[in-house]
């Protein structure tokens, strides 16, 4: 759960992460996807163990599954009971993913340690600089390859019409995503380029691609709740302005269900894989 799903509110977070799905896997670099999937086959993982970090109702692993392989053994971590129980109801008698109820402020190292990939979505603008380094020393340890999709990057865009309160909304927006999300001080959107480097420092060569929303009048409830839950956001930033962001949101709802205006936000993804094939890195496993 990212910046953005945070801010679209707890009480409709099922509908939201339902409405974001559609959205994020078009929005995807299925590029990446695949250059994940053709480095786990260079090194003879043809059935790899998959980590996925915060994987809320699944919708990282629905995407992921039609890249990699049939046998691929899932790892989902969440911290979230409920989201887990429901997410393993959707399985029935077919193979089952490993599901783990965990808290990410817990050391990372022992539940990445089988793992040949290791994934996340809409994760990582939430946490601390020292986090992202105890996950690039973590993947780097055990030879994995590294998938972080999702990740705002701070480009927010409207086209059409001009709303003055934009510049404020937005200012006091960003102040709000480096608030400590309960993982250290929030990097917001500075994560993407933080964890670049963190893997580049350690030897994997990283891509990274932008896959920003692209919203206009077919996502109106979609814009609906994104603007309602960044102007809440932005009220809790700049609690004097509480009802000033709240009829931006209401004014910038309108442009964008009658098609006045569109809505770019950027979002960007980030494949790090290992240099080669490390002698040792891979468990034996039963």
């Known amino acids: 759960m990212n910046t953005d799903d945070r801010m679209a509110g707890a009480i409709f977070e099922d509908e939201w992460l339902s409405l974001r799905e559609p959205l994020d896997h078009a929005s995807r670099a299925h590029g990446l996807a695949r250059a994940s999937a053709t480095d786990l086959a260079r090194r003879g993982r043809r059935a790899p163990h998959v980590v996925d970090l915060g994987t809320g109702t699944g919708s990282n692993p629905r995407y992921l ?29 077919g193979a089952r993913p490993t599901l783990h109820c965990r808290d990410l402020a817990e050391p990372l190292a022992p539940i990445l340690a089988a793992a040949d990939l290791v994934t996340a979505a809409a994760l990582i603008d939430l946490v601390s600089a020292a986090w992202i380094d105890e996950l690039a020393t973590a993947v780097s340890a055990i030879g994995a390859a590294l998938l972080v999709a999702m990740s705002v990057d701070g480009h927010i865009r409207f086209t059409g019409p001009v709303d003055n309160d934009d510049g404020p909304l937005l200012d006091a927006l960003a102040q709000h995503q480096r608030r400590d999300k309960g993982l250290g001080a929030a990097l917001g959107t500075a994560a993407p380029a933080t964890l670049i480097n963190a893997m580049a ?86």
Request: hydrophobic content about 45%; overall charge positive; proline content about 5%.
């Open 201 to 286: 420092a350690r030897g994997h060569v990283v891509t990274a691609m932008p896959t920003s929303w692209h919203i206009d009048a077919r996502h109106e409830r979609l814009a609906d709740m994104l603007l309602a839950g960044w102007a809440e956001a932005a009220g809790q930033a700049w609690p004097a302005d509480e009802t000033r962001f709240a009829a931006w949101a209401r004014r910038r709802h309108a442009d964008i269900a009658a098609g006045r205006t569109r809505l770019l936000v950027g979002h960007v993804d980030v494949l790090a894989l290992p240099a080669q094939a490390r002698p040792g890195a891979r468990r034996s496993r039963s």
């Open 65 to 93: 599954a039609r890249f990699l392989p049939p046998d691929t053994r899932w790892h989902l971590v969440d911290n979230d009971a409920a989201h887990l129980e429901r997410l393993a109801a959707t399985y029935g008698s």
